[in-house]
């Protein structure tokens, strides 16, 4: 069983501290309770509990600090196969908790990617005091458009500089030991991150800024006023500076989609509790072929979802100069598996209905905070925009490389601090259709004939130029490029896990019928050529309905979670 389970917690870990971290972490939670959960929610209560848990036990120090910081403790590295396991503990029992940790992962993003190796330990201290962090780079103006940065360091004549402007929307900016700050220099422009403490009287926090979800975080606006900032504050400068940012976001934007993983299976233990526990005329919920089928279609997306990010998860651990195929990968999580994580929530709904409105239900939260997954480090177009320029390289220029391991060893990942930058169209992958090799099934031949068929329309009935520049057109195109990468990584880690053959075939059914959804929907919403119109039509098809294999995923894998997990209040 891939998905987490709080009673029977079994995953793979390289050293026994781990372990201990998760299960410390988990008995917390239990034993707060999902009554006291909820009403921390409802009440906006600030989660001063939870942090004194990580500072007492040492969490956020053990999982990122980088090793080279980590003062001789052999438990401290910067390791993605237990960090993107972390995300999907917190949200599985609030996201309020994931948020304070993935604003802390963007806060140390440009501290461990800059020269600054005072900062560097300095910010190792200040985690082993149980510190928070925060990211300073957005702006009220214009968003995270860097370019347009007001933030600005002025010299002072001695040597430092006075920083002034405002940023928005900057999780812990509350709390946070250290904000890192993204500016200019007055006068160069030269782009510079530096970090300020919320505990100086130049920083002001103006406000927090009310949110639909996440309602116990402290989401902030705060300003500086001639803070002053010396040399020892200044993390990167120039092209570093500038890279930091982008770096930062690609760790940062993984993280969301373990969080959706996170939220998923704990909406779907407790649907699923309530739908086989209630009656009606004279059946139990679960005995309605409909709802059958919706479980079974949330159950495979998750499964689905998880065997994306942890093979995504695999590339990040492996990369380097000469291998940054997470450049695709890591979007694609951000994009579709925090998608995926809307669908799931929105199919269980259908079975739970009114119930997931009520205020002691943790699905309740689940419907609020899932939608906000997709929205944040850059909503779904700025991520598509991202993955289609992979779309060449990776049908028609393959090159190969060796193959890539489940990574869940212990190790420091290093090079995600150092990432090469730039160069996109030398980024460069082994033929996608090595995945399948092997691999015979109903639905997985249909799926490859729909594939076969976007690589004949980009050789025979490419975009015109028209079209290519037309953004609307190239996203929704995206879209089946989307899945096709989707569709490799989940059956990679289908061999890795040995994955059960029904569900591997009700996982291709619904990728069937998401490239066939996207495909009309290019025919309806878009011009197209003759050529190109016969050409999406044709991608058109249908998954091979067998009932019997839905009817035994249900049986074997869905019903069987009943009462294996419920949060005790």
């Known amino acids: 069983m891939l998905l987490l389970n709080p009673n029977n917690y079994h995953r793979e870990h390289a050293d026994a501290q781990s372990r201990q971290l998760v299960e410390k972490t988990i008995a917390f939670f239990e034993n707060k309770g999902l009554r006291r959960i909820k009403e921390d929610d409802q009440s906006m209560v600030w989660y001063e509990d939870f942090l004194q848990f990580i500072k007492e036990e040492g969490v956020f120090a053990d999982l990122l600090t980088p ?95 006075l920083a002034n402007g405002s940023k928005y929307y900057i999780g812990n900016g509350n709390c946070a030991a250290l904000v890192s700050t993204f500016g200019r220099i007055a006068g160069t422009g030269e782009y510079v991150f530096f970090v300020v403490d919320p505990q100086e009287p130049q920083y002001e926090c103006v406000k927090k800024i009310d949110t639909s979800g996440v309602r116990q975080a402290y989401v902030a606006e705060y300003a500086l006023h001639d803070y002053p900032v010396s040399e020892t504050d200044i993390l990167s400068r120039g092209e570093l500076a500038w890279n930091s940012s982008l770096n930062t976001i690609n760790v940062g934007k993984f993280e969301l989609g373990c969080a959706s993983i996170g939220i998923c299976t704990h909406a779907l233990y407790e649907a699923l509790n309530h739908a086989a526990g209630r009656n009606l005329y004279g059946r139990a919920v679960t005995d309605f072929p409909h709802v059958r089928r919706l479980f079974a279609e949330a159950y495979a997306r998750l499964t689905a979802m998880k065997l994306f990010a942890m093979r995504a998860a695999d590339y990040m651990r492996a990369a380097g100069d000469d291998d940054r195929r997470y450049l695709l990968f890591n979007p694609v999580v951000k994009m579709k598996v925090t998608g995926q994580g809307e669908k799931v929530v929105a199919l269980l709904h259908e079975v739970i209905a009114a119930r997931g409105f009520e205020q002691d239900t943790y699905f309740e939260m689940a419907l609020r905070d899932i939608g906000m997954l997709p929205k944040l480090e850059g909503t779904e177009h700025v991520n598509m925009a991202l993955i289609i320029k992979f779309v060449k390289n990776y049908f028609f ?106 569900l591997r075939e009700q996982i291709f059914a619904f990728l069937i019928s998401d490239f066939s ?19 999406y039509s044709s991608m058109m098809k249908k998954p091979a309905m067998n009932t019997a294999v839905t009817a035994r995923v249900w049986a074997d894998q869905v019903y069987v979670l009943r009462d294996c997990y419920t949060m005790q209040d």
């Open 67 to 161: 090793a080279a910081y980590g003062e001789g403790r052999p438990g401290r590295r910067w390791d993605m196969w237990r960090i993107s396991e972390f995300n999907e503990i917190l949200a599985f029992y609030g996201l309020c908790y994931w948020y304070a940790w993935q604003v802390t992962i963007l806060g140390l993003g440009p501290i461990w990617m800059g020269d600054n190796e005072e900062a560097k330990r300095r910010t190792a201290r200040l985690l082993a005091n149980g510190g928070v962090f925060a990211f300073g780079l957005s702006e009220r103006a214009h968003g995270a458009d860097l370019y347009s940065t007001e933030m600005t360091l002025t010299a002072a004549g001695d040597g430092s500089w």
């Open 397 to 502: 220029d393959p090159q190969d490389y060796p193959s890539v391991p489940r990574r869940a060893e212990a190790g420091d990942d290093g090079y995600l601090f150092r990432q090469k930058t730039g160069g996109l169209a030398q980024v460069r992958f082994p033929d996608y259709r090595l995945a399948y090799d092997g691999i015979e099934s109903p639905n997985i031949a249909v799926f490859r004939e729909q594939v076969e068929l976007f690589r004949r329309l980009l050789l025979k009935a490419p975009p015109s130029p028209e079209q290519a520049g037309n953004i609307d057109y190239m996203l929704a195109a995206g879209q089946l490029f989307t899945l096709v990468v989707y569709a490799q990584l989940i059956l990679e880690n289908a061999r890795i896990h040995r994955l059960d053959v029904d």
């Open 517 to 535: 959804t996207f495909a009309l929907q290019m025919i309806l919403n878009h011009e197209n050529t003759a050529e190109q119109e016969a050409i």
